[in-house]
């Protein structure tokens, strides 16, 4: 296969993937091969030097990015392709940080500061700090706020920490120009505010946040940055590590992912090779970006600049209006110009800009141009090679509507806003019922909305009458009380009326009943979890598929996604009651955030609706930018920076001296955002634009000498769009495609494959949808023991001198216990249940203490390659060194009672046998993934440690009541092979589609089974 990608290219890219001694930059226009080059040059790396695929580091921009990079060099190079090291500088600095004891210790219980919470952060600070009336003025306080954000985003992004910030201000005075007299006192101010706000989410001293602390999105990089340059051995490691290190869109790394970048370098040994295309930076201050490719022509002595020219992705036109575009920008704000040559031309191409009487017109026309050029094009999936590309997320929505409206399936980028989704409204309905219940009259509204939600399936007729004898009471009421259907859904239910299916208006009442008693104690996310489960929501979906083989996907996502959402405010707020979850939810909806959840997969096929940031480095056979208004959507109008950052702080290499300059450094931005749009089309391009008496088409397209043609939709068209309506039919592809879909990102694990033996329809459910369901009190211990475990043999480890003396104390357990169990929020029932069994914990965690084990890795990931193309990963608990070379013992923890599995092993030790133990599957599935790394590990023994003591004496199987088992095995490598062939044999059934359920009841399986409403009647 290399041979074959590598004759393909032309002389220069041979010449980026033979030059493997020498650093390389390739600066190239869009199209001409960058990415593609990087692929074949691993494989040259792999096949010339004497490296493996771990030691190479290629760098991408988006995780889909790295996912395209990976799969691609798996067409390359075959399995090595799994274990090149391909990724984000965020997943890159993640593995950094968590090989760091010290930070991650900083890290440690530390979450992600989430959207609101850095509104509420900003608003709190805003509040105490003294003397900042200039950024906080008295009738508008929080007028600055979104400023202040934006502020300090591109602070860390250009990795200027406060004290740096503060410094750097010290001498800054106004220009006259853009930095005026008023801004001075401002900067000051929010470099107050930006101090206060690292404070106070790295440290446990204000109450705003819970004490865990937390870090954002940026404080990754800064970290491993640190973690590279002040822990040796890690940064020691990471250079020797990776030889050779390749980036892609290297005109995108911000100063913060340079710094990074540089510290994983050694100077001696590293090969680097960036790849990019300053017309392509659309990340703002392009200085920076030009920068970035300076710096590196800098440090690097040894180095070739290659030019790429050839284009091999778009028709000659379309290259010739993206170049009319980018010449619009002045050479002296450029890194080269860079001429590009058409090398594919299609025979049936178009470049169309179009204007329209209204959004509406517009819509219609992007529908039914997509269903013509559908229609043209055979094949299975005729729909993921069109995109429609956007300026900014919000202008998603209405696309995926008209998608939506007509049929049409389509894919975004990753997260949309999920609050108008049907299911999430029927959700949010129950919860503001549940706030409002105090209140009967205002709560009517939600019984209402409820009553006639689909999923209680109650009968119209029962609700007209239901709805008659309240309207019938209310008339008739003499006693002064106030009537409503809430109370008389509530209190006075069963009611004095025929109902023709009462069994349903049971339900809900009941459903109604407990919600609102349940609101006062549970946490948000049981309490909705709870609700779901009563109101058989989940049931009425998922029926659809039981009967007709309909699997109604975006509803499970929307309903999943929610639930996500709300357990990621819990883990937040482990305190937090649904009056707080609604405020969040208010304070979203009023700051355009809305709640963000995930309803189509990438690996969906349907139309990409992509922001043109996250389209960067694709190609689409045709592309749509709609909504081609000047000064709105394309270019966005310039905001007026109100606390601006002066460019001496952030080194931008123009000095921006006046308005007029920055006016035109932001069009050059958005310039360059247009031509990435423009570059990622191969045959078809069409520009639509609705203008209104207030605006006018966008100038990028009269730069491009394609200005709008006035395209009239015929009423008739307009109105079939409005009508032609399949609301609510959200399965645009069949079951089986959407099966597919899912059954493509699948990757294995001891425990999902337990789940495939033990029922396919629950893995399907479980793992596959991942349909959400709430802990029961033994899975809440078990993750709380096996945190605590965790944390305690990592602090033991890191002790100098390693004994009986050194093994932390049992109320450090105790405590890492606690805390963990307060953190999963599950409620007084499951933790007073959870606490009851610490006094046991505390016998055995001290026996143990007495001879602590010689540990190698605590909560390690390993994954490998069974015949080379199923991932298989297994997350250990513990592995002990027994002796020497690479000998090692694997221990796993395991609470409940250790009987049932102590006699079924010993009953049964044959993998392949239906009736063998999963912890058995387990501990053999340990060994091969151990057993089969690149240096792989030899498994002496495998160890079931049971927590928990046995609570009878069995004399066959050695058990004594009270005792703490501990089960070793020795696992045999007939074993291992067949462990191998079961695994094989699950995925095969997986990609065959084999979901059946069980064919009959089973008592053991079914009975605290979460489908069992799903799948058996009664
Ligand atoms: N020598 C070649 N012959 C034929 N096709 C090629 C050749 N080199 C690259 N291609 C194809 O050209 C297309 C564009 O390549 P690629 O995406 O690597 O370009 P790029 O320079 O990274 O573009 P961008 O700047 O938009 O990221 C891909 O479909 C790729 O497979
Ligand atoms: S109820 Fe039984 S058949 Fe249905 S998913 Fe659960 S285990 Fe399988
Ligand atoms: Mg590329």
New binding site residues.
């Given amino acids: 296969m290399y041979c074959h990608y590598y004759n393909?290219?032309?002389k220069n890219?041979r010449a980026v993937v033979d030059n493997i001694r020498e650093h390389v930059i390739v600066l190239?226009g869009?199209?001409?091969?960058?990415?593609?080059v990087l692929s074949v040059r691993t494989a040259n790396i792999l096949k010339t030097h004497n490296v493996s695929p771990s030691n190479i580091l290629i760098l991408s921009f988006t995780n889909a990015a790295a996912g395209t990079i990976r799969e691609r060099l798996v067409e390359i190079i075959g399995a090595d392709g799994y274990f090149v090291e391909v990724g984000t500088y965020h997943s890159l600095a993640n593995s950094i940080i968590t090989e760091s004891e010290e930070v991650s210790e900083i890290f440690g219980e530390k979450i992600k500061l989430n959207d609101t919470e850095r509104i509420k952060l900003i608003r709190h600070i805003l509040d105490t700090l003294d003397n900042i009336s200039e950024i906080r003025p008295f009738r508008a306080p929080y007028h600055y706020e979104k400023e202040i954000v934006k502020n300090i985003n591109i602070l860390k992004r250009e990795g200027i920490m406060p004290d740096d910030f503060s410094r750097l201000l010290i001498n800054i005075s106004s220009d006259g120009r853009i930095i005026q007299e008023k801004h001075i006192p401002r900067l000051h101010q929010f470099s107050k505010v930006y101090k206060m706000y690292e404070e106070t989410k790295n440290t446990k001293k204000e109450q705003v946040l819970d004490d865990r602390g937390r870090y954002d999105f940026d404080d990754m990089i800064i970290m491993a940055t640190h973690v590279l340059n002040h822990e040796e051995a890690i940064g020691k490691k990471y250079r020797k590590k990776f030889s050779h290190i390749m980036v892609d869109e290297f005109q995108d790394t911000n100063k913060a992912q340079l710094k990074l970048l540089l510290s994983l370098i050694d100077h001696k040994k590293t090969n680097l090779c960036v790849v990019g295309?300053d017309d392509?930076s659309i990340y703002k201050f392009q200085g920076a970006s030009i920068g970035n490719f300076r710096t590196i022509k800098n440090k690097f002595k040894n180095l070739t600049q290659l030019i790429l020219t050839e284009n091999?992705?778009s028709t000659p036109e379309i290259l010739n209006i993206s170049r009319k575009l980018i010449d619009g920008i002045p050479f002296n704000n450029k890194m080269s110009t860079k001429s590009l040559v058409p090398h594919k031309d299609f025979k049936h191409k178009t470049i169309k800009s179009l204007r329209f009487n209204s959004i509406r017109e517009e819509m219609s026309f992007i529908v039914g141009k997509i269903k013509e050029l559908v229609k043209e094009k055979s094949g299975d999936d005729p729909y993921s090679d069109i995109a429609i590309l956007l300026r900014t997320r919000k202008d998603i929505l209405p696309i995926i509507d008209a998608f939506l409206q007509t049929g049409i399936p389509y894919v975004t980028d990753g997260k949309e806003d999920i609050s108008s989704h049907l299911r999430v409204r029927q959700l949010l309905s129950a919860l503001n019922l549940a706030v409002n219940s105090h209140n009967p009259e205002r709560a009517d509204r939600y019984v209402f909305e409820l009553l006639s939600s689909d999923y209680f399936e109650i009968d119209i007729s029962d609700m007209t009458s239901l709805l008659s004898y309240v309207s019938f009471k209310k008339r008739h009421n003499t006693e002064k009380q106030t009537i409503t259907l809430f109370n008389e859904i509530t209190s006075e239910f069963p009611l004095p009326l025929k109902f023709k299916n009462p069994l349903k208006l049971h339900r809900f009442s009941r459903t109604i009943q407990r919600l609102i008693k349940d609101s006062r104690v549970r946490p948000a996310h049981q309490l909705i979890l709870q609700y779901i489960k009563d109101s058989g929501m989940l049931d009425f979906i998922l029926a659809q598929y039981e009967k007709n083989q309909i699997l109604r996907v975006r509803d499970l996502r929307a309903i999943s996604s929610f639930i996500e959402y709300i357990k990621e405010q819990t883990t937040a707020n482990s305190m937090m009651t649904i009056t707080d979850l609604m405020e969040d939810i208010n304070l979203r909806q009023s700051y355009g955030i809305g709640i963000q959840g995930i309803l189509a997969s990438s690996h969906h096929k349907g139309v990409r609706v992509l922001t043109t940031h996250s389209a960067k480095?694709t190609?689409f056979h045709t592309v749509f930018v709609p909504f081609c208004i000047h000064d709105k959507k394309w270019p966005k109008k310039l905001i007026t920076a109100l606390i601006p950052i002066p460019q001496t702080i952030l080194q931008v290499s123009k000095n921006m001296c006046s308005e007029e300059e920055i006016k035109k450094l932001h069009l050059f931005d958005e310039t360059r955002l247009f031509y990435v749009a423009c570059?990622r089309a191969k045959a078809n391009l069409f520009f639509t634009a609705a203008p209104t008496q207030k605006n006018i088409p966008s100038m990028f397209l009269k730069n491009m000498d394609i200005e709008p043609q006035p395209c009239l939709i015929p009423e008739e068209n307009v109105l079939k769009f409005s009508i032609d309506t399949v609301k609510e039919r959200p399965p645009f592809l069949q079951t089986n495609e959407i099966l597919e879909d899912y059954v493509k990102s699948i990757s294995l694990n001891p425990t999902n494959v337990n789940d495939y033996i033990r029922c396919k329809r629950y893995f399907l459910y479980n793992n596959l949808l991942m349909i959400p369901s709430e802990l029961m009190e033994g899975q809440v211990f078990g993750i709380c023991a096996h945190k605590a475990l965790g944390e305690i043999y990592k602090i033991y480890k890191k002790k100098q001198n390693l004994s009986r003396q050194s093994f932390p104390e049992f109320d450090l357990f105790e405590n890492i216990f606690k805390t963990c169990l307060e953190n999963t929020s599950s409620g007084k029932r499951i933790e007073q249940g959870c606490l009851g069994k610490i006094g046991e914990l505390k016998t055995w965690y001290q026996n143990k203490a007495e001879s602590p084990a010689r540990v190698l890795f605590i909560e390690k990931k390993l994954k490998i390659l069974i015949n080379e193309n199923i991932p298989f990963s297994g997350r250990f608990d513990r592995i002990d060194i027994v002796g020497s070379n690479r000998n090692v013992c694997v221990i796993d923890y395991k609470t409940g009672d250790a009987y049932r599995h102590i006699k079924s092993i010993a009953d049964n030790n044959d993998p392949l046998n239906k009736d063998c133990d999963q912890y058995l599957h387990q501990l053999i599935a340990y060994k091969l993934i151990l057993e089969n790394q690149p240096e792989p590990y030899k498994v002496a023994s495998c160890k079931l440690e049971f927590l928990e003591p046995s609570k009878r004496t069995v004399k066959k199987y050695n058990i004594e009541e009270g005792e703490y088992k501990t089960l070793e095995l020795t696992i045999t490598d007939k074993m291992v092979e067949d462990m191998k062939k079961l695994i094989i044999d699950v995925w095969n059934r997986i990609h065959n589609l084999e979901f059946e359920k069980l064919v009959e009841y089973d008592k053991t399986k079914c009975e605290n089974c979460n489908f069992r409403g799903v799948c058996w009647e009664g």
């Avoid at 869009?30 to 593609?36: C, D, F, L």
Wanted: proline content about 5%; overall charge neutral; charged content about 20%.
């Fill in positions: 393909q290219l032309n890219q190239a869009p199209g001409t091969g960058k990415t593609q295309d392509q091999y992705r480095g190609e570059t």
